[in-house]
């Protein structure tokens, strides 16, 4: 008896082949789906360990706040500026590494949040010889500390004088104490708000005395 040989028909080949084409698009809509998943989760985590080395940096700055006085025999004015978009303070820390001393620091927001290039800046520079004001500070090179940010809030816990009670305020006028207690609030450009950050001011304004000595007015505040 002869036997009947039969191979595929042009139909079930055709269909075979669809067959494979959606197995094939299903399993790279799979991997493109996970690569993408990965670079989002991988952006996601760069940016929070970024923004907790800008948190962490901007903490020790502030911890390490000087209350230097301006070269100005007739008055006393300590080197802090204080509003509720911008900071200007003296800290501790040399401005470079091969420098010693003080160096002045700024912190302020700047770009445009709807290019998504809003970040809050920290500038630093050398106070020079007869420093009276933080405007070495406008020619400083910029470094990012926090990226995508929408806005920042400063705001300041301190008396203004021995005879007020200490509250917090988004401006700090007092031009001869400093506050005791610093504020940060950062909201990103996705409306996310970051934990506040606060910051307790460690020095008192004597211990500005050590950096002009020749001021005539130069003692601790009253504790009363």
Not at 65 to 87: C, I, Q
Not at 211 to 221: A, H, K, L, T, Y
Request: proline fraction near 5%; charged fraction near 30%.
């Amino acid at each position: 008896m002869k036997r009947v040989q039969r191979g595929f028909t042009l139909l079930e080949i055709v269909l075979a082949m669809v067959l494979l084409g959606v197995m094939l698009l299903l399993l790279w809509s799979g991997l493109t789906f996970a690569l993408r998943s990965w670079d989002v989760g991988d952006a996601v985590g760069r940016g929070s360990a970024d923004r907790r080395i800008g948190e962490a940096f901007t903490r020790r700055e502030l911890g390490e706040l000087f209350p230097m006085r301006w070269k100005d025999p007739t008055r006393l004015r300590l080197a802090f500026e204080g509003t509720h978009d911008r900071l200007r303070f003296v800290s501790a820390r040399p401005a470079g590494v091969t420098r010693a001393g003080l160096s002045l620091v700024g912190l302020e927001v700047a770009g445009d949040a709807r290019k998504g290039d809003r970040n809050l800046y920290m500038r630093r520079s050398l106070p020079d010889d007869a420093a009276e004001n933080f405007d070495p500070l406008d020619s400083a090179e910029p470094t990012v500390l926090i990226a995508g940010v929408d806005s920042v809030q400063f705001e300041y816990f301190g008396a203004e004088s021995d005879f007020n009670d200490p509250s917090w305020r988004d401006e700090w006028k007092p031009v001869d104490r400093l506050p005791q207690l610093v504020r940060i609030q950062v909201k990103l450009a996705d409306g996310q708000m970051l934990p506040d950050l606060v910051v307790r001011v460690m020095m008192g304004e004597e211990a500005g005395c050590l950096e002009n000595s020749f001021q005539r007015i130069c003692r601790p505040r009253r504790n009363t």
